[in-house]
Structure formats: C-alpha cells, structure tokens
C-alpha cells in the first residue's frame, strides 16, 4: 500500500515481496497492493556504497458501491520508483546517506505524461550500534529529512527512528512512519505490536468529471495499528505477516489543485500485509 515510502527499507532490504489487502467494511469495495522491491548497493570505497534501486507498486480498486462515476478508470494504479542513494562512514559511528527518487504515480492507461511523473529524495543520518558488543542495550538511531511532492506540502519534512534492544526478548523503535514493541521468542521467531502510517498518491489520466468538478488525481492516507510475525530463515531472510485495523482511513478523489472532490469509501477496516524479504 504504500507510497509513503518505508525509508528503512530503502536503507536495509535488498529484495522484497509483498501483499497487502484492506476489505472496507460494510462495503463490497476492495483494496490490493502488490508490491516488489529491489536495491543493489555498489562499493565505491572502504565502507561506502552507492545504492541503485527500483520499486513497484501495483494497486488494484476493486469498487463495487454505485459511485456516480466509471470506476473502471481508476481500479488499476502503478507506481513505480527508480532510487539513486549513497551512503559513506563519517565518524563516532555515524553513516550520513543521500537518495533521490523519481516516480511515475499513475493509472497509466495512455502514454506518460509530466503529470505523471513526481521527484522525491532525502538526507540522513545514521548512527548504529545494533552488532555493538561494548555496550548494554545496542541501538540505532535515524534522522533526515524528506521531501515529497506527493504529500501536497512543498517543504522537506522530518524522518525519525529509534531502535533500542531492551534484553535478549524485548526491543522497541519509535518513529515516523512506524513504531513497534517487538517480543523474540528466540533467534527465529518475533511477535509485535505495531502502529504505522501508509498511503499513495496518484495521477488519473482520463479525468472524470463528478458534480461538474474536474477529478484529476486519486489519493490515500490510512494509519494502522495491530500485531505482526516475523521468522527469519537465516539472518537476512524473512517472512513476515501483520494483521490489524486501520484506525484512520482517507480515500479521496482531487483535483489538480489537490482540493478534494469526492470522498470514497472511508470506513475503517481489517488489514492484511504479508511478504518475504532479503535484507543486509
């Protein structure tokens, strides 16, 4: 579901796959997202890494209420990401890393146009200690700021996630766009709480008219709350599964001044997101 990007897993996952599912409640309406992810760091030098990426975002609308509108041009939506980062050691086990991120967000149902097209990136800072054996809890701390022109505010906006190891069970990240509380059973299997924001933005290149308003872009914001599983294979492969609630659900149709016109179905839901994942 996502297009407010999981920047750790731009910094951490080498390859990912993905499923996500919100039924709408009380509604015969559908949300899919199918999701892969691939990042392919390059040593420039001793510890510095430039990193080429792509992701895919396929989001499937399966809308089934009578809406005073042709659904069928805005059931598929594609999302595609191309990622340009690199990462360099700085000192006092600090790492600084720079991305930059093109993206088509569109229903791609004619050729691409410039509104289809959207630039992102960001700057941050990373301090980790997580394989540290000098100290008590390990920890790793990321901050920076990223800058979204899908998120409809035109200035850089902050990034935040602390990860601190309690004890051999317990460990804890704070942050924005997810938190968690995580339990290990032992070196394979975790159990989680977790809340999280998600969401996309995109062009509709046959726009409709609802109400005699112009409809030119499709949007959605949800915030997540629930529990997850993890089981690592080894330690860079994992299968994971979350399953929860949204506690805030936006689906709204704009237009090109971003001001909404039409509000599709918002009723909270039960969420489903499972993948597999090989990460560094």
Known sequence: MCCIHSVEAQLTDLVRLE????PSSKSEDRYTRLRGILNY??????KDYLVVGAEYNRIILSLEEDYPFNTSEINRLHIIDLSLGYTF????DWRLGLNINPRIASTLTHNLTSDDLFLNGGIFAIKDRTDA??????YRLVLGLTYNTTAGLPI??????YFRQINDHWSFNLGVPKSNLKYAFNTHSFLQTFA???GYF????RPMLINDREVNNISLSVAIGGLG???CFTKNIIAYTYVGYTFRLNNVLRNNDRDEVFRLNDLNAFYLRTGLKFKI
Do not use: G, H
Not at 19 to 22: A, D, G, T
């Open 19 to 22: 499923y996500s599912f919100i």
């Open 41 to 46: 760091p390059i040593k420039i030098k001793d």
């Open 89 to 92: 050691k700085c000192k006092n």
């Open 133 to 138: 054996t000098d100290i008590k809890r390990p």
């Open 156 to 161: 850089p906006l902050p990034f935040v996630s």
């Open 196 to 198: 999280s924001l998600d």
């Open 202 to 205: 995109a062009n509709i290149q």
């Open 229 to 231: 599983y993890e089981y």
